[in-house]
């Protein structure tokens, strides 16, 4: 073990997703375990350049595991994605005698960590932190098991109604470049359909299903869409005008990022904090951990943004064939 490391700075980047403050208490509580210093840094990027640090202690992480959110909160920095920002960040880290850096984010994050240590020699190690499940080198990412169960909830409820009184839904759920959690909320709520941005997809072939299934008897749809792929409201507009059948909308929005973190969630964020501290402890930076096939895996953090998932196909073809 290196002992170049004595102290610890620990931030969450980007959009907050359930399990963030799971990751939090590892990371501090399993820093301190091996006689590590550990520094909260404030909202994000922009908490490190405004020196908006606090040191941390066991107690600083009581009862968090189960809470949503980041206790250390979180923000997109514009002034950090400059080079000047980057500069300015390493400097605060360095007045502070932070030695190394984790951060917890999605791929925006990623990429700044990475640039923190190609740079300014930052010892970085990324935690994949977002709803949206589209980071590489890891089966999923902090909160997205969280984010498709409480959009389930609201869909099983859509459900209810939507049968009840014979109509078609659409919902939007979040997912700018990934479509991710529209799918796997698909494939669990038992969707009829699925729009995502990952593939094309045939309105027109849409329409037609529903005026056949119509003619058949069929009198409820739940149709699935991700932020990027399309508005809700305007799908559902086309549906009326096209088809004919009373066609409702709901955008559900930033609930999915809320709400306490599944055990899914908690148990990736504990393993993944220890196993960040870890990597720092035997002088490996500048990579992003994740967990494949239920083992932690390791990956250069510039090699970790923009998962692409390439069974989208395969899972709508499952969709269609169950619906
Ligand atoms: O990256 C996570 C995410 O929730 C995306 O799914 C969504 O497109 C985006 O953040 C929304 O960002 P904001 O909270 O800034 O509106």
């Known amino acids: 073990m290196s002992n170049k490391i004595k102290k610890i700075g620990i931030l969450t980047s980007g959009g907050d997703g359930p399990g963030m403050n799971a990751a939090i208490r590892s990371v501090a509580r399993y820093g301190l375990h091996f006689g590590l210093e550990i520094a909260g840094i404030m909202r994000g990027y922009q908490g490190l350049l405004e020196d908006d640090i606090v040191p941390m202690n066991h107690r600083s992480v009581s009862n968090i595991i189960n809470r949503g959110g980041t206790i250390l909160k979180t923000a997109r920095s514009k002034d950090f994605s400059t080079d000047e920002g980057k500069k300015k960040a390493a400097e605060v880290l360095h007045r502070n005698q932070i030695d190394a850096l984790v951060v917890v984010g999605g791929d925006g994050s990623y990429r700044g960590a990475s640039r923190l240590y190609e740079l300014h020699g930052v010892p970085t190690i990324g935690l994949p932190g977002t709803i949206d499940n589209d980071l590489n080198g890891t089966d999923q990412t902090i909160g997205c098991s969280t984010a498709i169960n409480t959009a389930l909830e609201s869909i099983d409820k859509i459900r209810d ?10 919902v939007e759920v979040m997912g700018n470049k990934s479509g991710y959690i529209a799918m796997e909320v698909a494939l669990a709520a038992g969707a009829e359909d699925v729009i995502i941005p990952e593939r094309p997809f045939d309105y027109e072939a849409m329409h037609d299903e529903a005026r056949e299934g119509n003619k058949k008897g069929k009198v409820s749809w739940i149709i699935i869409v991700a932020e990027g792929a399309g508005k809700a ?5 086309n549906i009326t005008k096209a088809v004919g059948l009373e066609t409702r909308y709901v955008v559900l929005g930033h609930v999915q990022r809320g709400g306490t973190p599944s055990g899914q969630d908690r148990i990736l964020s504990t393993r993944l904090g220890a196993a960040a501290v870890d990597l720092l402890l035997n002088g490996v930076y500048g990579k992003a951990v994740g967990v494949l096939q239920d083992k932690i895996n390791v990956v250069d953090l510039k090699d970790a943004s923009r998962r692409i998932h390439e069974d989208m196909d395969r899972r709508y073809q499952l969709l269609k064939i169950l619906t």
Request: hydrophobic share 45%.
């Open 233 to 237: 409201q305007t799908i559902a507009e």
């Open 161 to 170: 109604t939507a049968q009840s009184m014979e109509r078609i839904f659409v």
